[in-house]
């Protein structure tokens, strides 16, 4: 487990947060890697951003992320990845044992 940190902080931190949950519409590895994956990610009307993700080798053989509902962060300053700009952070769970566990949520709902 992680350290505790007071509820101010907590705060302070959720206010510069924007979480939404998104569909991912596309996902496809990038050339030359084994772990990152480009996402595309709808956020409703027709809001798209490409998000890069460091979980491909995580996924089970032949798992599809699409049509899974997500949080990811959108509010990231755009990063360069692998000749990729990624346009967010995808928020996934991990279980105890460490392995990543893909809860579904609705469209849009703002987490944070």
Do not use: C, H, W
């Not at 409703?44 to 032949?62: F, R, S, T, Y």
Request: no cysteine; net charge neutral.
């Amino acid at each position: 487990m992680k350290e505790k940190i007071k509820l101010s902080e907590l705060i302070e931190i959720s206010k510069k947060l924007d979480i939404r949950v998104g569909i991912i519409i596309e996902s496809k590895p990038i050339k030359d890697t084994t772990k990152l994956l480009q996402l595309t990610v709808n956020f409703g009307k027709d809001n798209n951003k490409l998000i890069v993700v460091n979980i491909g080798d995580e996924l089970p053989k032949k798992f599809d992320l699409i049509g899974l509902k997500l949080p990811f962060i959108i509010n990231i300053k755009p990063l360069l990845l692998n000749d990729v700009v990624s346009e967010g952070v995808m928020l996934p769970a991990y279980n105890e044992k460490g392995e990543i566990e893909l809860s579904e949520f609705g469209i849009g709902s703002i987490l944070m």
